[in-house]
């Protein structure tokens, strides 16, 4: 198993937890995203890639505030906004969010998931107010990866 660090440096962030993120780490950030069909074997790959040094297996980002909001069990055993690596994870990105905030995080993706699934079927123009959303929902995505790597001490996430 992947062991996960805290670096325990939450004093840096504002209310909503924006840290600055340099460039350079940026640049050291990596992920590898696997997409796979049901039952096909992805998540046991995922789970081998996790193991390789400096990497760590998140599984479906995808749905992460969906199960956040809902406090799913992590593979540690723990509702997700108790364990002590996805709370430190959220805290790090994002600061001390309220319920109404990880509601509002869940509607944001079930939002753009669900026109994802729409667009593929029939691409249409977004609208701006489309586009807007799924520009928020990467932002916040790209602040959970960058509090993941931090967190676990770790330049790869397979997702």
Known sequence: MTKLVDSGNDASQDREGSAAVTESSRDSLRVMYVAGLARSGSTVLGYVLGRLPGTIF??????FWRRFANSELCSCGKPLP?????????????GQLTREQVTNMNKLEQRVLRWQRVLALAP?????HRAKRIHIMLEKRGRLYQSICEVANVECIVD
């Open 58 to 63: 998140v599984g479906e980002l995808a749905f």
């Open 82 to 94: 108790d364990c002590h690596f996805w709370s430190a994870v959220v805290r790090k990105a994002f």
């Open 124 to 128: 249409v123009r977004w609208s701006t």
